[in-house]
């Protein structure tokens, strides 16, 4: 945010206040918060009044067509401004640092929401129907509704399968062991969803232990263990916690990267991963139950294509270990598939 008006070049950082991330990519990593937490900056916590207002904002600065933002927003808000240190740019002027991206700027920490308008007005209402297997309305099923790095909303359907949420998010969620997950990306105010669930026994994937301790067989990764198809290496990198293997081709740079091994010390979905499927529309896309030997869940499997032609694909394992994929190629996608589809599950 930039102070229209002010003779200082101000650049100032926006953050929630409270367990709500925010949806920017940068060097903050503040992609991901704890549910219940609150912000903490120099030793002082900040929380955030999530009230109507607040949810009907944070519904319209993350509502997308494609690449674009839906919404012109207006809003007044409150909370704490942190200034940051001052620095002397070359030509003199007065510039403040040491918060946001790479240290960019000063901070303001918002608590509270209000006023809330929008250019067009608001059209946050979804509303969609859930089939079972047998084709009949699905009552009592659970749906969930997520805002990139907000809160989740939850309802569950009536006698004739029928939900709604009011302020929206883009993404609808419909998990439960009995079927094949679903993961929507949606826009709110559009058409109504319909969803018809499939029976999980008829893909369930189920991964092996691994046979060897560790990654004495040549294979690679954490709790989860892939083999390398042949032509390809790896390279180990930690970031912040977020431990990760690149995938490349022999000779090449890392740089070059199309996928990705990784392990972080928090609860990873395809939602809080950051996952493209739910950035931009897919042509196409399916979820799968991972289970282990007995039966139980420990993951879920997500393949697509994106509308810019893209294939991705994520493996997600015991809500920590990640195999994730993004290509144009679908042979080199192919390949990609063969190292996934490689996995084992460590032996403790």
Not at 140 to 148: D, L, P, Q, T, Y
Not at 257 to 262: E, G, L, W
Not at 298 to 308: K, T
């Amino acid at each position: 945010m930039f102070a229209e008006g002010c003779h200082t070049q101000q650049g100032i950082w926006l953050a929630f206040g409270g367990d709500v991330a925010s949806n920017v990519p940068s060097t903050v990593n503040d992609i991901h918060r704890t549910p219940g937490t609150e912000l903490k900056v120099n030793g002082v916590s900040y929380g955030i009044e999530k009230d109507e207002n607040f949810r009907k904002f944070y519904a319209l600065i993350t509502a997308e067509r494609g690449d674009k933002a839906t919404y012109r927003v207006t809003a007044t808000l409150i909370g704490a401004f942190l200034a940051g240190e001052q620095h002397k740019t070359p030509s003199g002027e007065s510039i403040f640092m040491g918060y946001g991206h790479l240290g960019c700027c000063s901070l303001f920490v918002i608590t509270k929401v209000s006023e809330v308008e929008s250019v067009p007005p608001a059209s946050l209402n979804l509303r969609g129907t859930v089939l079972g297997p047998d084709g009949k309305p699905m009552e009592g099923f659970s749906v969930v509704n997520e805002v990139a790095g907000g809160q989740p909303q939850q309802t569950t359907t009536d006698a004739g399968g029928h939900f709604k949420f009011s302020d929206a998010g883009s993404v609808l969620l419909f998990k439960d062991p009995r079927f094949r997950p679903v993961i929507l990306t949606v826009e709110p105010g559009s058409t109504p969803v319909r969803v018809s669930l499939q029976d999980a026994t008829l893909s369930n994937w189920i991964v092996p232990a691994c046979q060897s301790v560790g990654g004495s067989d040549g294979r690679i990764g954490f709790s989860a263990l892939f083999k390398l198809s042949a032509g390809l290496e790896s390279s180990p990198f930690d970031d912040d916690g977020i431990k990760s293997y690149f995938v490349f081709p022999h000779g090449s740079e890392p740089v070059e990267v199309k996928f990705v091994i990784s392990t972080g010390t928090g609860p990873v979905t395809e939602e809080t991963n950051g996952s493209v499927a739910s950035k931009w529309s897919d042509k196409w896309s399916k979820r799968r139950w991972i289970k282990d030997v007995e039966g139980k869940i420990i993951g879920m499997d997500s393949r697509g294509q994106l509308e810019n032609g893209e294939y991705w694909r994520q493996a997600i394992f015991l809500d920590r270990d990640s195999a994730y994929y993004s290509v144009r190629s679908h042979a080199v996608a192919r390949s990609m598939n063969q190292i996934i589809d490689s996995v084992c599950i460590a032996k403790p």
